[in-house]
C-alpha cells in the first residue's frame, strides 16, 4: 500500500512490515469535522484514486490492513496543475472520481494573465524575505521590474518568491 494511503487512511495494528506496534490514525480520522487538502489529487494512482471515490462517496474507509469500518465528517478540497476534464480522457484520472470532487470548481489564471498584480506580488514577497533574512528591503529598480513583467515563470508564484528571497539573501 502507498505511503499516500497510509498518510491519508491510517493503519491498522501491525498492517504491513515496519508498522508500528499500534495502529496509526490517518488525516481523514485527524480533521474530522474539519477539512483536508488533497495536494496534486491528478498524480495519485489508481488505487488509491479508487479508494478515494469510495471514501467520498458516504465519509467511510477503512485503514490500511484494518478490517473495521471508519466513518468521519471531512471536508475536501483537492488541487492540481494537470486539466483533470483532459486526464480522465485518457484514462490517467478517473472519471467518476472527477464527478466527486467537481462541486465547486475554482480554476485559476496562469500567472503570466495576472501581470498586473505583480508589483503587489514583489513588494509583499520582499518584505517576507527581509524578515527572513533580516536585511532592510530592497528597492526593485524600474528596469527590473519591466523584466520581471515580461520574464516567464513557469513555477509561477513559488518561482516568484524564491527569486526575489535568493536576490534580497544575496544583495550587498
Known amino acids: 500500500m502507498s505511503l499516500a494511503a497510509r498518510e491519508l487512511f491510517g ?13 496509526k490514525l490517518g488525516l481523514f480520522e485527524l480533521a474530522d469535522k474539519g477539512s483536508v487538502l488533497l495536494d496534486e489529487v491528478g498524480e495519485r494512482s489508481p488505487h488509491l484514486q ?8 458516504d465519509g467511510s474507509f477503512r485503514r490500511v490492513g484494518g478490517t473495521v469500518e471508519q466513518r468521519v465528517d471531512v471536508r ?25 470532487l467537481a462541486v ?5 489564471p496562469p500567472s ?12 509583499h514577497f520582499l518584505t517576507r524575505a527581509e ?3 533580516g536585511r532592510a528591503t530592497p528597492r526593485l529598480a524600474e528596469a527590473s521590474m519591466a523584466a520581471m513583467r515580461a520574464a516567464e515563470l513557469p513555477g509561477k508564484v513559488r518561482q516568484l518568491e524564491n527569486l526575489l528571497f535568493r536576490a534580497v539573501a544575496l544583495a550587498d
Open 11 to 23: 493503519y491498522a495494528l501491525r498492517a504491513f512490515g515496519g508498522a508500528a506496534r499500534q495502529a
Open 50 to 57: 479508487a479508494r478515494l471515490l469510495r471514501f467520498l462517496q
Open 76 to 100: 475536501i478540497l483537492s488541487a492540481t496543475h494537470r486539466d483533470l476534464r483532459a486526464t480522465d480522457a485518457s484514462g490517467c484520472f478517473r472519471e467518476d472520481l472527477w464527478y466527486r
Open 104 to 108: 465547486l470548481v475554482v480554476e485559476l
Open 112 to 123: 503570466r494573465a495576472g501581470r498586473e498584480d505583480l508589483p503587489e506580488l514583489i513588494a
Open 131 to 133: 524578515a527572513q533574512v
